[in-house]
């Protein structure tokens, strides 16, 4: 006799309900902070006419990688305008910067935490498993019951996506730190934070880095996936494209897309690369 199915999906819906009901407060709040931050950004990036903007922040990358890096941007970032992208573009890039920024505000907190506490490490792993392994538009209908439709759902849907490698590397760099650097501390009399902040912290920022790209990647992906609650963008045009079937504008949205993962990716790589040169 064949057991009966475990009313999962009730319970999970009583959940929702009850968040709903109860924690509107806190999803306003989050909402009231998401949103300006998001704007905030695009109001830096339209600021300017696109091609002074794409000098910008060309000579930019060029302070923090290298030439090739910077002529790349510039070319990459006119490409987008020349193809009439430039406003869908500083949207995704505003939507991966504000993922990306809260991502690391509470990603690199909770791995200090980790690489602090074992019982930490202990609850807190699994849970990280749960969140990188779960499909990513799972992540996308929680958000759109408790913010609707827009960039809301879209970033926070991103941050639950992206934040995992920013709390691995925290943790990971942190644990990696030569333990005979630690009881030298030790012996000079540092307190547990002067340790962190002029020990750990500086021989972990390289490590650090490192997940900082791969939560920029990710939030990257992620906010592409969530055009399809409205989040906009150029995950907007590409998902235009295959609906309509038009190849084309499908080719220059995921071209733009490519432009902008290239450019974060080759940023966030060099300045890693600088962090662990200075540690």
Avoid: H
């Amino acid at each position: 006799m064949p057991f009966p199915k475990l009313p999962l999906d009730r319970w999970i819906e009583q959940i929702v309900n009850w968040l709903m009901e109860n924690l509107t407060i806190l999803f306003d709040l989050i909402s009231n902070l998401v949103e300006p931050t998001v704007g905030f950004f695009e109001m830096l990036l339209t600021l300017a006419p696109p091609v002074i903007t794409a000098v910008v922040i060309g000579f930019l990358a060029l302070l923090a990688s290298r030439l090739s890096v910077a002529l790349f941007t510039l070319f990459g970032l006119l490409l987008i305008q020349n193809l009439q992208l430039w406003t869908q573009a500083t949207s995704t890039i505003s939507l991966v910067l504000t993922a990306s920024l809260i991502s690391v505000i509470v990603g690199v907190p909770l791995g200090i935490w980790v690489a602090r506490s074992k019982g930490m490490k202990n609850i807190i792993t699994p849970v990280l498993d749960f969140m990188q392994t779960m499909p990513a538009f799972v992540y996308l209908i929680p958000a759109v019951f408790f913010f609707e439709l827009g960039a809301v759902p879209g970033v926070i849907a991103s941050v639950i996506f992206a934040m995992p490698p920013t709390i691995r590397l925290t943790n990971l760099g942190i644990r990696q730190v030569d333990q005979d650097l630690i009881e030298a501390a030790d012996a000079f009399g540092s307190t547990s934070a002067q340790k962190l902040f002029k020990v750990q912290l500086p021989l972990a920022k390289s490590t650090m880095m490192a997940g900082v790209n791969q939560t920029i990647m990710l939030s990257l992906s992620m906010v592409v996936i969530a055009s399809m609650i409205g989040a906009g963008g150029l995950g907007a045009v590409v998902l235009e494209g295959i609906s309509r079937l038009e190849v084309g504008q499908g080719f220059e949205g995921g071209l733009a897309i490519v432009i902008i993962a290239i450019v974060l990716d080759r940023i966030t790589q060099s300045l890693g690369k600088k962090s662990e040169k200075t540690s």
